[in-house]
């Protein structure tokens, strides 16, 4: 029996690039239903894919559920910059949701927390021993990187990514994973729409994570900062410290998740009659068969 490893997969980062990788041109793949399917279809590959690549026991997805989360409570203008849907995807997100439980997979998510946190928690505390692998998009999600969990950053087309450990994340960025809170509470995230401290951009504060270890090492030493650097950070103080409370995803956060129910064991008859209800007709070579799990 091979050893335990835990997939968890940023379901909106993989949704998002699948529907927009097709709707560019107009393909949003409408069913009999009147239903788009794009955006699930080309989840689906992507989901697949990263699971016959990395071959995990044990697969769960996090969803975001909803925009007002405690981080907008904290900042209202959080993610404000953010429009609405596009109209074709808006009926994807029951549907893909519907697909992941027909692979009897756990879709998971939390009114009030976005899916970064909900993906936090449980890698966090995970079972010993399980080394855990995050597929997204998003590169916040860099800061959760430790000894047994990885990020797997999904790259253009299926089946390419890029993998990060810490060694490979310092050696990129020049600072550790632990270390990205405060990398961002400085330079802010325009993303998500909150400023961290105006005229501090990415090299500047990583300069300064490298010479201070962290913010509070920063504040330690204003003194030896430049008279520029000391005057930006003082003037926006509460906003530095708001902004790493933005930044940082919460890894203690209350829901139910047994980390039994995710393991990845495929009833392939379930899965082909969903999809035949949906209407995907060249899918059915994604499905894994059992032996391929064992």
């Not at 990583?206 to 201070?212: A, C, D, P, R």
Request: proline share 4%.
């Amino acid at each position: 029996m091979k050893k335990s490893s835990l997939m968890l997969v940023d379901g909106m980062a993989l949704l998002f690039r699948a529907f927009y990788a097709t709707s560019v041109t107009g393909q949003f793949m409408i069913n009999s239903k009147g239903v788009p399917t794009n955006g699930v279809q080309g989840f689906v590959k992507h989901l697949m894919t990263a699971i016959s690549n990395f071959q995990p026991s044990h697969v769960a997805v996090c969803w975001d559920m909803g925009s007002k989360t405690f981080r907008t409570k904290l900042f209202p203008d959080y993610k404000a910059n953010r429009g609405e849907p596009p109209i074709e995807l808006i009926p994807q997100f029951d549907l893909v949701k519907e697909i992941v439980e027909s692979f009897d997979i756990p879709n998971i998510g939390l009114r009030g927390y976005e899916a970064d946190d909900c993906i936090g928690t449980i890698a966090k505390n995970a079972p010993q021993g399980t080394n855990v692998a995050i597929l997204t998009g998003d590169k916040d999600i860099l800061q959760l990187i430790n000894e047994r969990i990885s990020v797997v950053l999904l790259q253009k087309g299926y089946g390419n990514y890029l993998v990060h450990n810490r060694e490979s994340l310092f050696a990129e960025q020049g600072i550790w994973p632990e270390q990205m809170i405060d990398l961002k509470a400085l330079m802010g995230d325009p993303s998500d729409n909150y400023p961290g401290v105006r005229g501090i951009g990415e090299k500047t504060a990583v300069k300064l994570l490298q010479q201070y270890n962290n913010i509070e090492g920063v504040l330690d030493n204003l003194h030896q900062l430049t008279k520029s650097q000391r005057a930006k950070i003082q003037e926006d103080l509460e906003m530095l410290h708001l902004s790493r409370q933005l930044a940082e995803i919460k890894c203690d956060v209350e829901f139910e998740y047994d980390f039994h129910d995710s393991l990845l064991k495929v009833n392939q008859e379930k899965v082909l009659d969903k999809f035949e209800e949906v209407e995907f007709k060249s899918l059915h070579k994604f499905i894994p068969f059992e032996e391929e799990l064992a």
